[in-house]
């Protein structure tokens, strides 16, 4: 595969919520179509009749009792926040008035 | 024999007979720390008052009468992937610069809990991407057999660890090979358990359906040893395996008589530098030479191995890293922004790495609309394959055998530049993730004065048999014992 296209790459940027520079998306482009290329080698496998694997060791739903454990106190929680106030994350403003 | 160049094995003993105290092997490993550390780089975060804390509590049980297990008292290193309380854990990025857990990984906990004290956090690839530790937002840890090359990685910081004498054991953990490679090119051993053995519980995810957490050691009975605290069901894991689990040191029979042995011709083949296949070829004699049987097999999807993870892998880290927001922890952009979403987008393109952002972007690609079939679930596909080739192959062989890694330990900055090159570096140990089993590496040999890998795979939960096979080439050999010099 040649590079990837830049309209793509920016469209892929914004769903991944990535800002890049000019720059960067020069190399993304190259980058990502050199690998793109060799992953290209998969579409010659036949696997019609073959399901796709996500868990690879056998293991059905996994159930358990309902109880209260330990948990962490709500200072705990946002200690390592940026910004944060009365046990909550700030954040800009994301709902209009 | 010094303190820091004894195996864990040999520590406990020392330690249960009153030999040594647990202060006093704490301390050893610190002064060879102070000593080599500035050579080798290995350590992000250095814990020698915990450690020390921890050494005095063990002593005073012991005098106590307190029944103490056979790693108490023996010194551990943690790869920065692991959540430490209350440490800064980094994941080798910076995006998470600061970051101090409030709570530990279970095989971090499981370690405390064995009253092993902890040295450090170990350095590693960014987010665990990457085969040599150069990709670390921090430092390059190097290669204690020659410092001008890699240690491998990502596990580079482990091993470098282990191998230099500043710790007898570490934790690694492994996507792609990242405990097995690094163990193999710093001439020690590291397992990659089976896919569900050992609780991810406090592990930061990289790829979530292929992540393991392991031992690296001097030896494999050190490995063993250590897999008898991390092994086992955590509720905290719902994908840790409801497994029995062995008693792995007493499986170290030294007898391999009768195993069947199967060498994929995949793992053997073009890339393999031919010096290292010799050397693989020498120590699968030496096998035979043990009572094992050995012959060739035929994987051939095991070729598709590289392009198959570089679409999983990817994917999975482009949803696990969505977290990084700069919002519960983590950097957060000082630029000024429009809304939340660019908050969002400038915190992440200002913390994360290049070889990061570039598999976010990867992955965010193949399972974007459009390209999903093509690339991710055609992936997904072909896993299978993959697997099923592992689960043919294990119907007529114990174990499977080929290098750990393609080609000795390369130079700092070799193959830093090609996208593709670096990733080459893992087409042995690959397969094994995917396929979800369990594999080992161990020292088996030198070439170009550095050390080669033996892999040995193994069926599900059949940790204890490649245990048993490696240990007893060691207890045949001595490449194990050989120690970088410093």
Redesign the interface.
């Known amino acids: 595969m040649p590079d ?1 296209a830049r309209d ?2 920016e ?3 914004t ?7 000019s720059e ?1 998306i020069d ?2 482009q190259h ?2 179509g ?3 290329e ?6 010659a ?1 036949n ?1 019609d009749e ?8 056998p ?1 059905t739903n ?1 159930y ?1 009792e309902d109880q209260v454990g330990e948990s ?1 106190t709500p200072e ?8 944060a106030a009365d046990d909550f ?1 700030k ?4 709902v209009e008035d | 024999m010094k303190l820091h160049e004894l195996t864990a094995y040999e520590l406990g003993e020392r330690l249960a007979s009153g030999e040594v105290s647990a202060v006093e092997v704490t301390e050893a490993h610190f002064a060879r720390i102070d000593e080599v550390e500035p050579k080798v780089d290995a350590f992000l975060t250095l814990t020698r008052d915990q450690a020390l804390e921890q050494a005095r509590q063990i002593d005073d049980l012991r005098a106590g009468g307190e029944k103490l297990g056979p790693l108490a008292g023996v010194p551990i290193a943690i790869k920065d992937v692991l959540c430490t309380r209350g440490v800064q854990t980094t994941c080798g990025s910076k995006i998470l610069e ?6 530990d990984a279970t095989t971090v906990r499981r370690c405390r809990d064995a009253g092993m004290p902890m040295v450090g956090k170990a350095n590693m690839d960014e987010f665990a991407m990457g085969s040599s530790t150069e990709n670390s937002a921090y430092q390059v840890t190097r290669n204690p057999w020659d410092l001008d090359r890699v240690p491998g990685g990502s596990s580079g910081g482990s091993a470098a660890a282990v191998a230099a004498g500043l710790a007898p054991i570490a934790l690694g953990s492994d996507t792609g090979g990242s405990i097995r490679q690094p163990a193999s090119l710093c001439g020690i051993s590291g397992l990659k358990p ?3 053995r050992v609780s991810r519980y406090g592990l930061i995810a990289y790829a979530s ?1 292929l992540d393991q957490v392991g031992p690296l050691a001097k030896d494999v009975r050190d490995c063993a040893l250590t897999m008898n605290v991390l092994a086992g069901r955590d ?1 905290r894991d ?2 840790s ?1 409801d497994v029995p689990v062995p008693d792995y040191v007493a499986a170290l029979t030294g007898d391999v008589s009768g195993l069947r042995a199967g060498v994929p011709r995949e793992l053997m083949g073009e890339g393999i530098d031919p010096q290292v296949k010799a050397t693989i070829e020498a120590a699968i004699t030496e096998l035979e030479g043990l009572g094992m049987s050995v012959e060739e097999v035929g994987m051939p ?1 095991v070729d ?1 191995s ?3 993870y ?2 999983i892998a990817t994917a999975e880290a ?1 949803s696990n890293l ?1 977290r990084f ?8 952009t000082d630029e000024a ?1 429009e ?8 915190s ?3 913390g ?1 790495g ?1 070889e990061v ?2 598999r ?3 992955g ?2 193949a399972l ?1 609309a459009g390209y999903y079939d ?2 991710y ?9 993959i ?1 099923q080739d592992f689960d043919a192959a294990f119907e007529d062989h114990d174990v499977l055998l080929s290098p750990t890694s393609p080609t000795v330990a390369f130079g700092i900055g070799e193959k830093a530049d090609d ?2 090159q670096m ?1 080459l570096a893992d087409i042995c140990t690959i397969p094994v993730n ?3 089993i369990p594999a080992l590496s161990i020292p088996c040999g030198m070439v170009d004065s550095m050390p080669v890998g033996l892999q040995i795979m193994g069926r ?1 939960f059949a940790e204890d048999t490649i245990m048993r096979v490696g240990d007893a080439y060691q207890q045949a050999t001595d490449w194990h014992t050989m120690r970088a010099e410093l």
């Open positions: 990837v793509v790459v469209h892929v940027s769903l991944a919520r990535l800002a890049l520079s960067e190399r993304l980058e990502m050199r690998i793109l060799h992953a290209d080698k998969l579409q496998v696997t073959i399901q796709g694997t996500s868990h690879v060791i293991m996994v358990r962490l705990e929680v946002v200690g390592n926040a940026p910004d994350f954040v800009p403003r994301i | 600061g970051f101090h857990p409030p709570y089976t896919y569900g359906s509720q719902a994908t395996a999807n598709f590289l392009a198959v570089y679409l482009a969505a927001d700069g919002v519960r922890f983590g950097h957060r922004v809304d939340v979403y660019d908050l969002f987008a400038k992440r393109g200002e994360f290049p952002r570039l976010i972007m990867l965010t690609f974007s093509a690339y679930l055609k992936a997904q596909k072909v896993r299978t394959l697997k996208p593709l990733k995917l396929a979800g599900p």
